[in-house]
């Protein structure tokens, strides 16, 4: 069984400009969650999506961010402009129920 | 909003010595999950706990949930290179799936 894909996996911008992540959670999985992991830190929540419906989103900053699950499968997390604070791991993860799973993460710097 | 303190942040431990780290809730906890994370990658999933006083045992890692103390404990018996790696443990007070996490304890195990 595959498991959740990112891509990409590593990406170099500077600031102002835009960025996107695209996420493909595990087949059948209905919550998906996208989360913002810093250096040192551990992973904080950005929204958590039901299907196509965004259930928690409380913490995503909405004057730069937004995030899309237009069918209730993959997503896209999107950021515009990019600030030199917004440089971190972003994951998804996917969740039949209790257990996430996450996927490899895209590593963005904003120079 | 609910915060998890682990401790320690980081530990280095000689191959084939035990160790434990715990994971301090500030809010009640429904349920307690431990992830590892190796640098560059997603989180993989460990264990999940719910009762007070559960004990789960995975391959040489135990964990163990305190209710009333708030408290979980993840045990790692004879060490290996292989358990190297970030432990974070991660919760929601609400009782769905984790979106709090602690920050992690980076563990290093030499020979």
């Known amino acids: 069984e595959a498991g959740v894909v990112q891509s990409p996996r590593y990406k170099i911008i500077e600031k102002k400009q835009p960025v996107a992540f695209w996420c493909n959670p595990i087949s059948g999985h209905n919550t998906l969650y996208w989360y913002r992991q810093n250096l040192g830190q551990g992973p904080e929540l950005l929204i958590r999506y039901e299907n196509e419906e965004a259930v928690d989103d409380s913490q995503l900053p909405k004057d730069r961010f937004s995030a899309e699950r237009l069918k209730g499968v993959d997503s896209t997390l999107k950021i515009q402009p990019a600030e030199l604070g917004d440089s971190a791991v972003y994951l998804c993860a996917s969740s039949p129920g209790n257990e996430q799973f996450f996927g490899p993460g895209t590593r963005l710097t904003v120079l | 909003s609910q915060e998890l303190e682990q401790s320690p942040q980081s530990l280095i431990v000689q191959e084939g010595k035990n160790l434990t780290i715990n994971c301090t809730s500030s809010k009640t906890l429904y349920g307690l999950y431990w992830y590892k994370q190796k640098y560059g990658e997603g989180l993989i999933f460990l264990m999940m706990?719910?009762?007070?006083?559960e004990e789960k045992s995975h391959e040489k890692i135990t964990a163990k949930l305190d209710e009333k103390k708030q408290q979980s404990s993840l045990h790692i018996t004879a060490s290996q290179p292989s358990h190297a790696g970030t432990y974070l443990c991660?919760?929601?007070?609400?009782?769905?799936?984790?979106?709090?996490f602690g920050k992690g304890t980076r563990l290093s195990v030499i020979a």
């Open positions: 991660g919760a929601d007070s609400s009782g769905n799936t984790p979106l709090v």
């Open positions: 706990l719910q009762k007070g006083g």
